[in-house]
T-cell receptor, first 115, second 114 residues
Framework: GAVVSQHPSRVICKSGTSVKIECRSLDFQATTMFWYRQFPKQSLMLMAT?????????EQGVEKDKFLINHASLTLSTLTVTSAHPEDSSFYICSASQGAGYGYTFGSGTRLTVV | GESVGLHLPTLSVQEGDNSIINCAYS??????FIWYKQESGKGPQFIID?????DKRQGQRVTVLLNKTVKHLSLQIAATQPGDSAVYFCAERAGGTSYGKLTFGQGTILTVHP
């Protein structure tokens, strides 16, 4: 079945630094990738949608200059949290889809802790 | 940011009982619905899905019911096992210009006691 690999699974960074999270579709071409953030005991909140080769579409309230998304190939999307602060500490999850009519495959998530 | 004082609904059952988890969705234009299981520290795991032109779909030990009139979705788990303990989310796919985006429900914590 469809597999999405997300790395790293955990990362601790210092306040003010940037962190990059990778999301790879291993056995299918992901025309669309989604990035979610999940705070403890809460639901997944969509941050942005990215289509291969296009600029990402951000949800209301999500700062595009802070959460940089790149989807340069059909198998890789990256989320970079720039100038991270403790309030950015969260569980970040990616999801990939082959397009309309196909389902969604989720990565295993990245626990980001900013100290 | 994080909401203060938010608590997920909880459901506690005994092993072997049937479980019913409910979800109210928001968008009458949503055309596809999915139930996910999420274990601690992991990404969501697909359980079962249903399209808006159906009202019931069955899988192995799981059944999803869709009531579009009241915008309600339910997940029934038969003979619940301790391994079913997790957080369960419903998700709806938007139609129209937002096609493809999934919106997740609040989630329910299921605890299965041996």
């Amino acid at each position: 079945g469809a597999v999405v690999s997300q790395h790293p699974s955990r990362v601790i960074c210092k306040s003010g630094t940037s962190v990059k999270i990778e999301c790879r579709s291993l056995d299918f071409q992901a025309t669309t990738m989604f990035w979610y953030r999940q705070f403890p005991k809460q639901s997944l909140m969509l941050m942005a949608t990215s289509n291969e080769g296009s600029k990402a579409t951000y949800e209301q309230g999500v700062e595009k200059d802070k959460f940089l998304i790149n989807h340069a190939s059909l198998t890789l999307s990256t989320l970079t949290v720039t100038s991270a602060h403790p309030e950015d500490s969260s569980f970040y999850i990616c999801s990939a889809s082959q397009g309309a009519g196909y389902g969604y495959t989720f990565g295993s998530g990245t626990r980001l802790t900013v100290v | 940011g994080e909401s203060v004082g938010l608590h997920l609904p909880t459901l506690s059952v005994q092993e072997g009982d049937n479980s019913i988890i409910n979800c109210a969705y928001s968008n009458s234009a949503s055309d596809y619905f999915i139930w996910y299981k999420q274990e601690s520290g992991k990404g969501p795991q697909f359980i079962i899905d249903i399209r808006s032109n159906m009202d019931k779909r069955q899988g192995q030990r799981v059944t999803v019911l869709l009531n579009k009139t009241v915008k309600h979705l339910s997940l029934q788990i038969a003979a619940t096992q301790p391994g079913d303990s997790a957080v369960y989310f419903c998700a709806e796919r938007a139609g129209g210009t937002s096609y493809g985006k999934l919106t997740f429900g609040q989630g329910t914590i299921l605890t299965v006691h041996p």
